[in-house]
């Protein structure tokens, strides 16, 4: 079964950090495509990251971008996403998704990043509140 699971989630200050991990189970992330994705509880999901299989290239969405860092623990099998600077509209549940990375998919425009609606395996997602 596939499946990915995030955690480290919470209650956090302006301007303090968080990292959340992103395990996954059953495949290989070093093999895959992987997104955050985060939405505001009434909002759409939005796409903030991805990390291309093969060359680990990462786009960030310019509201991250300088704050969120991606990285990953081959051996643990696991993806994070570091969080810093954090700010109130950062508040969200996190997602993380993955893909096979030998699939063909809708890239982000002006990227050759898959889209996370491309995205084939999804945790249920972290909540990061944001608040003073």
């Known amino acids: 079964q596939l499946q990915l699971v995030e955690s480290g989630g919470g209650l956090v200050q302006p301007g303090d950090s968080l990292r959340l991990s992103c395990a996954a189970s059953?495949?290989?992330?070093?093999?895959?495509?992987i997104s955050w994705i985060r939405q505001v509880p009434g909002k759409e999901r939005e796409g903030i990251s991805c990390?291309?299989?093969?060359?680990?290239?990462?786009y960030l969405v310019d509201s991250v971008r300088g704050r969120f860092t991606v990285s990953r623990d081959n051996v643990k099998n696991t993806v994070f996403l570091q969080m810093n600077n954090l700010k109130p509209e950062d508040t969200a549940v996190y997602y993380c998704?993955?893909?096979?990375?030998?699939?063909?998919?809708?890239?982000?425009?002006?990227?050759?990043?898959?889209?996370?609606?491309?995205?084939?395996?999804w945790g249920k997602g972290t909540l990061v509140t944001v608040s003073a």
């Open positions: 998704a993955a893909a096979s990375g030998s699939g063909h998919y809708t890239v982000i425009p002006g990227t050759t990043c898959p889209h996370y609606l491309s995205m084939t395996t």
């Open positions: 059953g495949f290989n992330l070093n093999d895959s495509h």
């Open positions: 990390t291309r299989h093969g060359d680990d290239f990462t």
